[in-house]
């Protein structure tokens, strides 16, 4: 499955925006999956998961409760929703795909195979 990012930008601390991963090649309903981001200087983590159907997503910590993550399997496209930014999200956002995740692996990069080009999200305090 082929996979593009969209929507990032500037946004102030506190404000909102919007993340698009358009899949293509295959169909999004029967992959998880998964937004990762990597920090100046720091690895790359995996904040959000979804599952196949969309019905089961899980959260790193720090987004937790700030952060949602969704699917539209219907137009082959993932979301995901960045409420409350802090400066410490500034990042490159990347969507991912896996066709499986074997008990709770959804956090390591390693488990998804297919991977979106980033979108850059800067947050001004």
């Known amino acids: 499955v082929q996979l593009q990012a969209s929507g990032g930008g500037l946004a102030q601390a506190g404000g909102s925006l919007r993340l698009s991963c358009a899949a293509s090649?295959?169909?999004?309903?029967?992959?998880?999956g998964g937004w990762c981001r990597r920090a100046p200087g720091k690895e790359r983590e995996v904040v959000a998961s979804?599952?196949?159907?969309?019905?089961?997503?899980f959260y790193a910590d720090s987004v937790k409760g700030r952060f949602t993550i969704s699917k539209d399997n219907a137009k082959n496209t993932m979301f995901l929703q960045m409420d409350n930014l802090k400066p410490e999200d500034t990042a490159v956002y990347y969507c991912a795909a896996a066709r499986e995740l074997y008990g709770d692996t959804w956090y390591l990069t390693d488990r998804y195979h297919s991977w979106g080009q980033g979108t850059l999200v800067t947050v001004s305090s």
């Open positions: 979804i599952s196949r159907s969309g019905s089961r997503s």
């Open positions: 090649g295959r169909t999004l309903s029967n992959y998880y």
